[in-house]
Structure formats: structure tokens, C-alpha cells
């Protein structure tokens, strides 16, 4: 028996069934391979073509707003020059206008359909997440529901391949499906880093380290004390989670691009059949079905190789007769309870609040940064789809580099993950700040510099991506070691919430600043300003302090929990 094996064989279990074995290669495997699967519906799916698919089909049964008998794309396609996402020109040879359509009794654009889309699916993703995630921290329901919204998902994705323009009204509910299982199962993901990180005890090499598992033998009953308050297993596990996290964001950035490409690919070679000409939603419904496919291929790995990591027992009801009914109210007052005590649980850990605080702007600067970079290449610098594809390659690929660059760096010149982070949020001024320079008259007569030219986008897309790669690998491996053990998968649906529930902010101010201003540039001042926002609170964590925190927490047991109870 090996020194590892040897010290987790003296580890108690805090419950009958809890499984403390040692993470293996192979179940770090099934973690990776679904980063693998559902990052390439990420970028290539939510981030790339789900919008424009919804926009296409809605336009593809819209009118132009001037002129309400008038369809925005010709039902035959002789009119669509070779491009069939393009409006046609009004017929009195005026400039390209909105085009509008009739959903659920309101007429709205079709670009505002994708949008409110979007929008729903952000909310019903946090429902779900409050809702559903407690259960996550009770027995095998971690990787069952991981399993459950993953194949849920990838159906719905694959599913567009028969949305057609005549039943549009369908594809929003499909979008919202695959968002939903997206946002949750990346969640339960999640749940799952810190149980690697805490079973992956390889301290051999490490005397110090080595020491302390000694002492945790020998003392049992002050395992998790001793685990949360050691500096050195703290920096050991800190190093490890931001090592798996990085190599998982890597590697599903890798099989993002891969897609990406095949998708340019596919679109190719649509372009040269007449499909494309009579349904010019159907390339992007062929990807769609590609990622759907991908998801479901890739999830087979978790299905095998992941271990369940199964948490204590659900409680069972008392005082009631069976029923479905009852059961259901029973384990749904018993979700809402839970999350509710999360949630006071984690504003009693101060530092759990200053991350949270600190990673909801920064999810919202990162996500108003990337869609006003977009609209700016599609509005100011009259970019077509290509370049833009293009654009989201450049980024994801240095996103790539970022993620295996950052933990050398990081070990190179001894930086703690949280460095990292402050590092990350110090370059993301660079890309508002460039923008800025076109405000400068110098710049401005040199016809270049200051986003003024196409092709200064790309290197900023770079650079962003790079940012991009430290950020997805180091947010969440510091905010692991703040969560209280038993708790992971309902810490980590804070985290997800957050997330999401800050996407709304950023975009709706920056949509104010451009009705006004009528141009994007200006926005660039307000995207400097919630750049550096994180920071300060980010400088202020101290993580080693809500480690030791978290490890004072003891867990509520649910095992009596009632209807009626508090």
C-alpha cells in the first residue's frame, strides 16, 4: 500500500457511503472529457451560431418595419445576391432596415427575439439552479443530474436540425433547454474540483505536506481542521485545482476550435448547394446538430470513468402519507430550504462574500467587453460573418495558450491564484483602453490605432482570449478552498448565479450609452471604468483566512428535516 493510499485509508468517513478513495487518472479523465464535450457548445453554439440561427428563423417569416406586406428575405431566394442571412434592400432603394415579427402577440425585431431569448434563458437557468441544486450535495445526484442535463442538452441542441422557419416559435424553448442544461451541468462540474482536489493526495515529494498527512493519520477526528488550516496543503491544493482547472479550460477550448473550424467548413460548402439558397437557416441548424452530437459523444467518458462522489442521504419525510404529490412538495420545499441556507451560510463566510462580490463584476465586465467588441466589428468596422468567425478562433485559440500558459507562469515566478486574477483583471484594461486611443487627434490622423482599421481587432482578440484562459482557469480554483466541505455542488450554483445574473447589467448600460451617443466608442469609457472594479476586492480576499473559515462550518444534517420544520 502506498504512503497515499495508506493515509486515506485512516480518513473517517463523516457518513455511511461517503466515498473518500483517491482520485485517479482516469476519473480526472471523465472530468476533463466533459469540458471536452460542452465547452464546444459554448463557444460554437450559445457564443456563435444559436443567435444567429434564432435571428435567421425569425427573419425568414418577418417584415420589413416600413412596410408591413413586404418579407424581409425573399421566399424564392433570387433576391438574396448569393447570401440568404442578408435583408433585402427596400424597394425604393433606401438602406437596409429592421425587420419585424409577430411572437406570442407583441411584434419585435428579430435581432430583439434572439436577445429576450437569451434573457429567458438566463432566468429559468438560475431558477433551475436554485431549485434543483441542494440536491446535488445528496447522495449519487451529482453525477446523475451532471449526466441528466448533459444528454438533455445535447438533444435539444441537435433538435434545431427540424426548426424550421414555419415553426420558429419553437426554437426559443429549444434554446432555453440547451442553456439551461449548459449553465447547470458546468455548475455540477464544478462541484466536483474541490472533491478531486481534496482525494488527489499525492504529498509524497513534499516533506512538509508529508508531515502533515502524518499528523492527519495519527488524528482522525482533526482531518478537516487540519486539512483547511495547513499553509502548505493549502498552496499544494490551491496549485492542483488551478493545474486541473486550466487543463480542463484548456482542452475545451482546443475542441471549441477544432468545431469552430469544421463549422467554417460546413458553411462552405452549403455555399456552394442551392439548400443554402432556399433555407437560409439550414447550415447553421446542420452545426447545431454537429455540437448536439458532440455533446452526447464526449459526455459517454463522465458516464464511465467519473466517480458519483456521492454526499449525505436525502432526508425522508415524516408525517405524511406517500404520494407523488406529497413527495413532490416535500423534496421541492426541502431544495428551496436548502439553497435559502446557503445562501445565509455564505453571507456569514466574508470572504465567500467579497469573491462573490468580486466575481460579479468581473463576469460582467468580461461579458460586456466580448459583445461590445463584436457589435463594435459589426457596426464600426463593417465586418462580415467570416471575419468575425475568425475574430472567435483568434480568441478561443489564445484562450487555449492562456490556459496552459498562466499556471507556468504562475510557478515560474511563485504567484498565488489569486495574483493571477488581479494579473488578469489589470491586462483586461488594455483592450477599452486601446479603443479609447481613437479619441486621440495624433491616432485619429494616422488612419490606424485605436480600433480604426479591421484588422487591429484581431490582435486585441488575442490578447482578450489570452486574458480570457487565465481567468476560466484560476475564478473558480479560488473560490474552491472557500466553500464548506458537503456543500459544493450549492456553493458552486451561488457562483453560477452571480455569473449569469450579472450579464444583464453591463450590456443594458452600454445599450443606454449607444441610443445616446449613436456611436459605440464612448461606451469604451464606461467598460475602462468596470474593468478595474474587481480588483480592489479581489486585492482584499484572503483566501487562506476563508479556507480555515469554510473549515468551521458544520454541515446542517438533513436527515430530519420536515414539512413544516425550520
Known amino acids: 500500500m502506498s504512503f497515499d493510499e495508506a493515509v486515506r485509508s485512516h480518513e473517517p468517513s463523516r ?15 471523465g472530468w476533463y ?45 433570387s433576391e438574396m445576391s448569393g447570401d440568404p442571412t442578408r435583408l433585402r434592400m427596400r424597394a425604393d432603394g433606401g438602406p437596409e432596415e429592421q425587420c419585424v415579427i409577430s411572437f406570442m402577440g407583441t ?14 434563458a438566463v432566468l429559468v437557468q438560475a431558477i433551475t439552479l436554485v431549485c434543483f441544486s441542494s440536491f446535488a450535495d445528496h447522495g449519487p445526484y451529482r453525477k446523475r443530474m451532471l449526466l441528466c442535463f448533459a444528454y438533455l442538452g445535447s438533444l435539444a441542441s441537435a433538435s434545431f436540425i427540424c426548426i424550421t422557419p414555419e415553426v420558429y416559435y419553437l426554437a426559443p424553448f429549444l434554446a432555453i433547454i440547451g442553456v439551461t442544461c449548459l449553465g447547470c451541468s458546468f455548475t455540477l462540474l464544478n462541484a466536483f474540483l474541490p472533491l478531486l482536489v481534496a482525494n488527489h493526495q499525492d504529498y509524497s515529494d513534499d516533506p512538509d505536506s508529508a508531515s502533515d498527512f502524518e499528523m492527519e493519520a495519527l488524528n482522525p477526528e482533526s482531518s478537516k481542521n487540519l486539512r483547511r488550516s495547513s499553509p502548505g496543503m493549502l498552496a499544494r491544493d490551491l496549485a492542483r485545482s488551478a ?21 467554417i467548413l460546413v ?9 443554402a439558397a432556399n433555407d437560409g437557416s439550414l447550415p447553421m441548424r446542420a452545426i447545431l446538430l454537429l455540437v448536439g452530437v458532440w455533446w452526447a459523444i464526449f459526455t459517454f467518458p463522465t458516464f464511465r470513468w467519473l466517480r458519483p462522489r456521492s454526499g449525505e442521504p436525502l432526508p425522508t419525510q415524516f408525517n405524511f402519507r406517500p404520494s407523488r404529490i406529497n413527495t413532490f412538495l416535500f423534496y421541492t420545499r426541502f431544495s428551496l430550504s436548502a439553497f435559502w441556507t446557503t445562501l445565509k451560510r455564505a453571507i456569514r463566510l466574508r470572504q465567500v462574500v467579497i469573491f462573490l462580490s468580486a466575481w460579479f ?9 466580448s459583445g461590445t467588441a463584436v457589435l463594435f466589428a459589426r457596426t464600426e468596422l463593417n465586418m462580415g460573418t467570416i471575419a468575425i468567425a475568425l475574430l472567435s478562433i483568434t480568441s478561443i ?75 476560466s482557469s484560476y475564478a473558480r480554483s479560488v ?14 450554483a451561488l457562483y453560477a448565479v452571480t455569473d449569469k445574473g450579472s450579464s444583464a447589467v453591463g450590456p443594458a448600460l452600454v445599450g443606454w450609452i449607444v441610443d445616446r451617443a449613436g456611436t459605440i466608442r464612448p461606451a469604451f469609457i464606461f467598460l475602462a471604468v468596470l474593468a478595474v472594479c474587481p480588483g480592489p476586492l479581489l486585492w482584499m480576499l484572503d483566501v487562506e483566512k476563508g479556507r480555515a473559515d469554510a473549515g468551521r462550518v458544520v454541515p446542517k444534517r438533513v436527515d430530519s428535516f420536515e414539512m413544516g420544520e425550520e
Open 15 to 29: 457518513y455511511e457511503g461517503e466515498d473518500t478513495s483517491v482520485t485517479t487518472p482516469r476519473e480526472l479523465n
Open 107 to 120: 411584434e419585435v425585431t428579430t435581432a430583439s427575439f434572439a436577445m429576450y431569448t437569451f434573457s429567458a
Open 267 to 275: 458553411l462552405f460548402v452549403f455555399s456552394k448547394t442551392s439548400l
Open 361 to 369: 463584476l468581473l463576469s460582467d465586465a468580461i461579458a460586456t467587453i
Open 397 to 471: 485559440g489564445f484562450g487555449i495558450v492562456g490556459a496552459f500558459a498562466w499556471p507556468r507562469i504562475a510557478t515560474r515566478y511563485s504567484l498565488q491564484p489569486k495574483t493571477v486574477l488581479l494579473l488578469c483583471v489589470a491586462f483586461m484594461e488594455i483592450v477599452p483602453l486601446y479603443g479609447l486611443l481613437g479619441y486621440i487627434p495624433l491616432i485619429r490622423a494616422l488612419k490606424f490605432g485605436g480600433l480604426q482599421q479591421p484588422w487591429e481587432i484581431y490582435p486585441l482578440g488575442a490578447v482578450h482570449g489570452f486574458i480570457m484562459g487565465g481567468i
Open 33 to 77: 472529457s466533459y469540458a471536452i464535450a460542452a465547452e464546444v457548445f459554448a463557444v460554437v453554439g450559445v457564443g456563435s451560431f444559436l443567435p444567429v440561427t434564432l435571428e435567421q428563423l425569425a427573419r425568414e417569416r418577418g417584415f420589413f418595419f416600413s412596410d408591413r406586406t413586404t418579407p424581409c428575405v425573399s421566399r424564392t431566394g
Open 479 to 492: 473560490y474552491a478552498p472557500l466553500i464548506p466541505h458537503g456543500s459544493e455542488a450549492a456553493f458552486f
Open 243 to 263: 493545474a486541473i482547472s486550466s487543463k480542463g479550460v484548456g482542452l475545451g477550448y482546443t475542441a471549441a476550435v477544432s468545431v469552430q473550424c469544421l463549422s
